[in-house]
């Protein structure tokens, strides 16, 4: 059965005036004012775990503490839906679709069931990503604004599955992509959304620097020596043999620590792979620590992040790289390749430096480490860059901007 | 102190990004993006950029100069690129007009180089603006620099940088108003010489608060 997310009031809009001042958090008011008790619906297909639960954990209360009447749908299926709904997520990313044909049928099937049992009323609906994209149906003579919220790269999906959704989504009034290179040519107006991170979450937030020292000597890192991280799945899209070869070319010329932290080892053989093909490179160098944290680690990464000199993030491919978003909060001077999202964030020589091999990206990471002026500058900058455009609080001001927009153009 | 006949009404504006299928991947392709985009994207890429890069003070200008910068590795056309001041337009025609110039010539004098792929594409986007009121006004300098303190980077970008398109002419909302509302010509001529391309929108701001707090208290 489909539910309606009870609201998370943990945090007031207030809390964020320290981190924006108070002339941000106002005109996050002013927009909202004459949206007053309008209504909206955001459906999506999960209350927690995943980039979108996340933001839509955030962004709910915040919209509703501006005075939006918001609820929040979460559609539910079997584990044939959510089969079917995986391999759609790896197809749009270009990967093979191997699910039979009557796949779309059933597909279609839990849309239908959901769809009966959540009523569609609100002024602006938004979808998020293919799993309700029928919801569509629901709309009668052009009532609502419906938009499709796409958190997926589509820049090369398998056509069989997009050839499936595209009609779907022609049927709305819009479409919000990350990135323009993640988008289709389509019928309907396109938004560019970034996706954003919260300074107030455990992950983001300010931590005493006790923690952080004392959370990188419970893992056996030397706090006074240079450190060089990665946070990232134990994936090879991630390259970390990349990074443990840029880190073997750096340490020729400086003494520094290597930390390669993320998760997905235990319960992915690819990543258990990775994961022993990494610890094999790095021959166990004292000075290389691989971290593989279970999935309830937010405060590990953050004082892994904090306790760093430079932020790597020598991904091969990348969604929009969120953890780069993390890295520049936290004023870190970042070296991270020009892939997916990546180059949205990092300006290169502005708010970071961009790299496209392992002998460029030890290069970059040479260099910062010989100008820590200019780290410093960098790691400011990418600051500044995240605090205006990469906040929970710019992700509500968009959407504010965009219900404004459709209430203008009609 | 002097009051005004017409008040300054404080407003801010808040920009959607739309995404066009218009998609550069080398100069000559920019070149053709810059005959045929719309208004609104020339405006995105110069005018807007500022505001979500105000506080880069050093080697930013706008979009189309940082990525034949950055992404085709051509520094020259890039800083002359780099050099049109938004703030001797009056019209997005015009400015249009000079950056279509400049690539053009380039792709002339050079034409392999115009062809050549850039390391990633330039996507042209549209800046669509949303106007709001906000719940303030100044009848006299006082009241100025009281609203000057709250204002927003969107505002400010408002009221600044982009007011110049709306009233035609070279100068911005805040100079406009001191110079035809309270009479202070000099005071409005310092505040329109701010350097918007080395300020960060917070420091230009804190000038003209500075220049505010002289006047009212010399």
Redesign the interface.
């Known amino acids: 059965m489909s539910v309606t997310v009870p609201t998370p009031l943990l945090v007031r809009l207030d809390d964020y005036t320290p981190l924006l001042g108070e002339p941000e958090v106002a005109e996050l008011r002013t927009l909202a004012s004459r949206l007053q008790l309008r209504t909206v619906q955001m459906v999506n297909s999960t209350a927690m775990g995943g980039g979108v639960a996340e933001i839509l954990n955030r962004l709910v209360p915040i919209l509703q503490e501006l005075g939006l009447a918001i609820r929040w749908e979460v559609i539910t299926g079997g584990n044939d839906f959510f089969e079917i709904t995986k391999a759609f997520h790896n197809a749009l990313h270009g990967g093979p679709y191997t699910m039979p044909p009557e796949s779309f049928d059933t597909f279609l099937a839990y849309n239908e069931q959901n769809r009966l049992r959540i009523r569609m009323e609100a002024e602006f609906i938004i979808i998020h990503d293919p799993q309700p994209v029928a919801f569509i149906r629901s709309r009668r003579d052009h009532s609502g604004h419906w938009i499709w919220r796409c958190h997926i790269d589509l820049s090369h999906p398998n056509p069989t599955v997009w050839g499936f959704l595209e009609p779907w989504v022609n049927r709305y009034d819009g479409a919000i992509f990350s990135s323009a290179a993640f988008a289709r040519h389509l019928r309907v107006p396109q938004y560019l959304f970034y996706p954003s991170i919260d300074p107030l979450s455990e992950k983001n937030r300010d931590l005493e620097p006790e923690l952080v020292r004392g959370t990188l000597e419970r893992f056996g890192i030397d706090p006074e020596r240079t450190i060089l991280t990665q946070i990232s799945r134990f994936d090879r899209l991630k390259d970390p043999l990349g990074v443990v070869r840029a880190f073997q070319i750096v340490k020729r010329y400086f003494d520094c620590q290597l930390v390669l932290a993320g998760g997905g080892a235990g319960d992915d053989p690819e990543g258990e792979a990775v994961l022993s093909e990494v610890r094999e490179a790095s021959a166990n160098d004292p000075d290389v620590h691989i971290l593989d944290l279970p999935p309830s680690s937010a405060t590990e990464i953050n004082a892994l992040q904090r306790g760093s000199t430079i932020i790597i993030q020598k991904s091969l491919r990348e969604g929009f790289g969120l953890t780069v978003t993390e890295g520049l909060w936290k004023s870190k001077p970042v070296v991270a390749s020009a892939v997916g999202g990546i180059p949205l964030q990092v300006i290169h020589k502005h708010t970071g430096l961009l790299a496209h091999s392992v002998e460029g990206t030890a290069y970059q990471i040479r260099f910062l480490l010989s100008n820590p002026v200019i780290a410093e500058r960098l790691g400011r900058q990418g600051r500044a860059y995240v605090r205006e455009h990469f906040l929970i609080t710019s992700s509500a001001k968009r959407y504010l901007a965009l219900f404004l927009h459709l209430l203008d153009r009609h | 102190m002097k009051k005004a006949e017409q008040p300054f009404q404080f407003k801010?504006a808040?920009?959607?990004?739309?995404?066009t299928?218009q998609?550069a991947t080398n100069l000559k392709r920019l070149r053709e993006g810059l005959e045929t985009c719309s208004d609104t994207s020339i405006f995105n890429h110069t005018f807007q950029t500022l505001s979500?890069?105000h506080?880069?003070t050093q080697?930013?200008s706008n979009d189309f100069a940082?990525w034949v910068l950055?992404a085709c590795n051509r520094p020259e056309l890039a800083e002359h690129l780099a050099s049109l001041d938004i703030r001797d337009y009056l019209s997005l025609a015009a400015l249009r007009a000079d950056f279509r110039r400049l690539v053009s010539e380039y792709c002339e004098q050079n034409p392999q180089q115009a062809e050549q792929s850039a390391?990633?594409?330039f996507?042209f986007?549209e800046a669509?603006g949303?106007e709001?009121p906000?719940?303030m006004e100044a009848w006299t300098l006082r009241e100025l620099r009281d609203g000057l303190q709250?204002?927003?980077?969107?505002?400010f970008h408002f009221h600044f940088i982009a007011s110049r398109l709306r009233l035609q002419l070279r100068t911005n909302d805040f100079s406009f108003w001191l110079a035809s509302c309270l009479d202070l010509a000099t005071l409005a001529r310092r505040v329109n010489r701010i350097d918007i391309y080395t300020n960060t929108l917070e420091s230009a701001l804190h000038t003209i608060i500075g220049l505010v707090d002289r006047e009212l208290d010399p």
Request: glycine share 4%; net charge positive; aromatic share 18%.
């Open positions: 801010t808040s920009y959607l990004t739309r995404i299928n998609v979500r890069h506080f880069l080697g930013f940082q950055a390391f990633e594409p996507y986007y669509i949303v709001v906000l719940q709250n204002l927003s980077h969107a505002a």
